[in-house]
């Protein structure tokens, strides 16, 4: 009776199979011996439990259990082969959504669709450049430019990333970067402009016999410039880059204003004053955020310091404008914007600006004009359409 009781606990359990949920399979102490060489010495007399094949397969046999729960998730997590697919669609209804929210100046919510298209589609070259303009354009230079490199490695030659890591660039001044990227992508006014603002007027030529006429006389203009040797003032003014802030605090004041932060991005811009009196960027976000918070008057003073340092800054211009209108003087506001319009024609916050100053003064031919181009661009802005609508009627009453 003894003797059998020692066998049978010799002999029990010479393997534990897994104890919980999800544990591999594993060998027990039949595999650790603390006499190696015991297991090593022969003993022809003795015939073994379990052959060396039979141990072999049953190693096999547990390796191949413990990979499977491995795999099963591996397979559960993977996505299906439609999904891709469907994420990029998605992706591209938001990018969508965000270029008709940018048209509606709703800018926070157009980087919000941007952001999302990228995280839907985060190998979609397309979705990172859109993010990087949105960012670039609410003065993120950082993730911009960060955005516009992830853009690049999944597709180098972009020509919408190249574009803007250019414009990113000429407006930190860093001409020789925007140069390089405007060169990787072909992108020939790009060219033009730089070399036109620089003085390298063949080089400019090169680059405007390959382009087109556009709507508003532009390359007309820069070809007559290039040819004559000449960049006169005010095309110079078109040109030239929105200069950057002097501080990094400036930057910082423009993104606080665009996230609607008005109290921050005046803290922002007080710091940049306080180390750069003569930041033409931060005097027109200081004067941008007063006349946010109801004070035209003071905000004025601060359009009219940038306008000494710039005159044709054209934030700067348009704030002016909207001042005077907010005190009142419409004559004046509508002279201010009228500059606008003729250093930086097209539609723009100018136009928008004479549009409903002419429309308050019943002058509606003038309005008319102005709206018409407004109402093209902006066809779902219900108060421009509207306006353009009493205008027409009035004009032919």
């Not at 509508?334 to 024609?345: D, M, N, T």
């Amino acid at each position: 009776m003894g003797m059998n009781r020692s066998n049978q606990s010799v002999t029990k359990h010479r393997f534990q199979l897994f104890r919980g949920n999800g544990e591999a399979e594993q060998l027990d102490r039949f595999l650790a011996v603390a006499d190696p060489l015991a297991v090593a010495a022969p003993r022809p007399e003795r015939r073994k439990p379990w052959s060396d094949g039979r141990l072999w397969s049953l190693a096999l046999f547990l390796g191949i259990a413990s990979l499977v729960p491995v795999l099963w998730q591996s397979w559960f997590l993977a996505e299906g082969p439609g999904e891709p697919r469907l994420h990029h669609k998605q992706a591209l209804l938001l990018v969508d959504q965000g270029h008709e929210l940018q048209k509606e100046d709703r800018n926070d919510e157009a980087l919000d669709a941007f952001s999302r298209a990228a995280q839907l589609s985060p190998d979609d070259a397309e979705a990172w450049s859109e993010l990087a303009s949105c960012q670039l354009r609410a003065y993120q230079s950082v993730q911009a430019e960060r955005s516009y490199q992830r853009a690049l490695s999944l597709e180098p030659d972009n020509r919408g990333a190249l574009l803007g890591l250019g414009t990113l660039y000429l407006r930190q001044r860093k001409e020789r970067q925007a140069e390089q990227a405007w060169l990787r992508g072909g992108i020939d006014q790009q060219l033009a402009r730089l070399y036109l603002l620089q003085g390298k007027f063949p080089q400019a030529e090169t680059h405007l016999v390959k382009l087109r006429e556009d709507g508003d006389g532009l390359v007309a203009r820069m070809t007559q410039a290039a040819s004559a040797r000449s960049l006169d003032p005010t095309l110079r003014s078109f040109l030239e880059a929105e200069p950057a802030g002097l501080s990094a605090w400036a930057e910082s004041g423009w993104r606080l204003y665009y996230e609607k932060r008005y109290e921050e991005a005046a803290s922002s811009f007080q710091k940049a004053l306080d180390s750069a009196p003569h930041d033409v960027n931060a005097l027109s976000g200081m004067g941008s955020v007063l006349l946010k918070q109801g004070h035209p008057d003071e905000g004025r003073a601060y359009f009219d310091q940038a306008l000494s340092l710039h005159p044709d800054h054209l934030r700067s211009l348009n704030g002016r404008g909207s001042c005077l209108q907010s005190e009142g003087k419409i004559g004046e506001a509508i002279a201010v914007w009228q500059k606008a319009f003729e250093l930086y024609p097209g539609v723009s916050e100018a136009s928008h600006g004479l549009a409903f100053a002419y429309l308050k003064l019943q002058d509606y031919r003038h309005a008319a004009f102005f709206l018409a181009p407004l109402a093209q661009k902006h066809p779902r802005d219900s108060e421009v359409l509207a306006a353009l609508d009493v205008a027409v009627r009035r004009v032919g009453s």
